[in-house]
């Protein structure tokens, strides 16, 4: 019985496919048992990067929708690392959210959680986490949004 699987086709939610690194790191790392996910950028469901500043060219929905797809990104590469069973998953530790966003801009925690919501909706109470959002002035490819992950695994 594989419960957050079930959780996934009960909520219509399709995972994207786990992109490569673009760079010379790698995707995810077990570490004892915590498993760190790299940066993932903001890509819609048709596999477009979703570029742009938030509050210049993205609105504060259009950001959050933005971090949403990075925290699904993330969730298809825990998927990936714990061989397709996302109940390994104890817990989720820690995001990092980066928002590329004009210098006045103060709403980062409303972007990032698209991100959080997500997650927290996958895992329910496994999906808690402590959480930084970080205004930035650029992204890699010009994204708007990268969210990176630390997750606790059983």
């Known amino acids: 019985m594989n419960l957050i699987e079930d959780k996934l086709k009960k909520l219509n939610i399709i995972l994207p496919e786990p992109k490569a690194p673009v760079g010379a790191y790698v995707a995810t790392k077990i570490v004892g048992k915590l498993l760190f996910i790299s940066g993932q ?19 504060l929905d259009e950001g959050y929708e933005a971090a949403k797809r990075c925290g699904l990104s993330i969730v298809a ?11 390994k998953i104890k ?14 801009f103060k709403d980062q925690p409303k972007i990032i959680n698209g991100a959080s919501d997500i997650i927290a909706k996958i895992f329910d109470k496994k999906g808690e986490h402590t959480r930084a959002a970080v205004s930035v002035n650029s992204l890699p490819l010009g994204v708007a949004v990268e969210v990176d992950a630390i997750f606790e695994l059983n």
Do not use: E, P, R, W
């Open 77 to 87: 590469h825990v998927k990936s690392a714990c061989g397709g069973d996302l109940d």
């Open 41 to 59: 950028v903001s890509i819609d469901k048709n596999a477009k990067l979703i570029t742009g500043k938030i509050s210049k060219d993205l609105n």
């Open 91 to 104: 817990s989720c530790v820690k995001l990092t959210g980066y928002v590329n966003s004009t210098d006045d």
